[in-house]
């Protein structure tokens, strides 16, 4: 099949050519005709994304990612998956999706198993202080999300993301939720057709999907896989402190281990990139692989003028 062609699919149906790459290796078929159908067919599964926000997400990036990501690899790996982007970019099979916060995996896992009884659930809630407050209130007793199912922990989790301030996912030293509530008009956090469209796209790919800690990534990962990681990014000031996806922080002795992590699975021949704040520190973390510079916006101080561009660095072994 030519790269023309492929092409032509990846304009006439607004989708990048890895995504098109991707869906042609899963079901080969030589016949143009054939291909051309099963993306119209698809479409709207291809086109699913993210169905929650995250700090740091790189949905505003992936345009200047592209050009960075490897032209052919084997099996895709995200060991922080947090909203997800590039593996919606890159819809590889087969995908390893894997986070330590677990009720974000529930999540991805529920979309995947159950989506339907999660639309239902989600149908019942609704967006007011009363309905936000007592859905947040769910983790102060102590072990009370393990007396709820699966599908409401994920509702809850889906809710609150998409109804609480930027979006934001924060916890204390106790595990307990604690941003406030958005100001927004009318928040769509049920999400219907994307929960769907997301679901057939978790199994069509058999993404794998679990909770663990990056440095798992070593057992699995064998040569020409590619390794995509997006830890929590390194402080851009001494005093910076903002931690908290999970009740555990990530300091500078994570961001050690993690690139040790990075030079083993170079070792192993994976294709590995990484993303972090363009700090002297990390720098010279990453020292002799190549280092790429892009540029990001934050949003997530309270104040709107606050907010502006920092510069991301990307460290590739290829």
Request: aromatic share 14%; charged share 30%; hydrophobic share 35%.
């Amino acid at each position: 099949m030519s790269t023309l062609f492929l092409q032509s699919i990846a304009d006439r149906f607004w989708l990048n050519p890895w995504i098109v790459q991707s869906w042609c290796e899963i079901f080969w078929n030589k016949d143009e005709i054939k291909t051309l159908a099963f993306f119209e067919k698809n479409a709207e599964m291809i086109k699913a994304k993210p169905f929650v926000k995250w700090v740091g997400g790189k949905r505003q990036l992936i345009k200047q990612f592209e050009q960075f990501f490897p032209t052919e690899f084997d099996n895709y790996f995200e060991p922080f998956l947090g909203g997800g982007a590039v593996f919606f970019n890159l819809q590889k099979k087969k995908s390893y999706l894997s986070d330590i916060n677990e009720e974000l995996i529930n999540a991805y896992q529920v979309v995947k198993d159950s989506p339907e009884e999660l639309i239902e659930f989600l149908g019942t809630l609704t967006f007011t202080r009363n309905c936000f407050e007592e859905i947040r209130a769910w983790d102060r007793v102590r072990d009370a999300l393990k007396k709820h199912t699966n599908i409401e922990r994920a509702g809850r989790f889906i809710y609150l993301n998409r109804t609480c301030f930027n979006g934001l996912h924060r916890v204390n030293s106790r595990g307990e939720f604690n941003v406030p509530m958005g100001n927004y008009k009318n928040p769509d956090f049920v999400q219907v057709k994307n929960i769907r469209n997301t679901s057939e796209l978790l199994r069509r790919t058999e993404a794998e999907i679990k909770v663990e800690s990056f440095e798992h990534v070593l057992t699995k990962a064998k040569k020409w896989d590619f390794i995509y990681l997006d830890p929590p990014y390194d402080t851009l000031t001494e005093t910076a402190n903002f931690t908290s996806y999970n009740k555990e922080s990530f300091g500078r002795d994570m961001q050690t281990k993690l690139a040790e992590t990075f030079r083993k699975l170079d070792k192993k021949g994976c294709k590995a990139m990484l993303s972090n704040h363009n700090t002297p520190f990390i720098r010279e973390l990453y020292m002799g692989f190549r280092l790429e510079i892009v540029s990001a916006r934050r949003n997530i101080n309270s104040k709107s003028s606050a907010r502006g561009g920092v510069e991301e660095i990307l460290v590739l072994n290829y």
